[in-house]
């Protein structure tokens, strides 16, 4: 173990998003799994 005297910066939380009617974050997240549904994921099938 080590003897010393560590200086750890403070953490800081990310800044937290509502998702409110109307907001930038809700259209940008609807845009997003909008593209994601159109996409067709391949699966490989092992046996």
């Known amino acids: ?15 937290t998003l509502n998702y409110a009617p109307g ?5 940008v997240l609807k845009k997003q799994l909008k593209r994601m549904r159109s996409e067709e994921i391949e699966i490989p099938l092992f046996t």
């Open 23 to 27: 907001s930038d974050e809700k259209a």
């Open 1 to 15: 173990m080590a003897n010393g005297i560590f200086k750890l910066e403070r953490p800081q939380n990310e800044r």
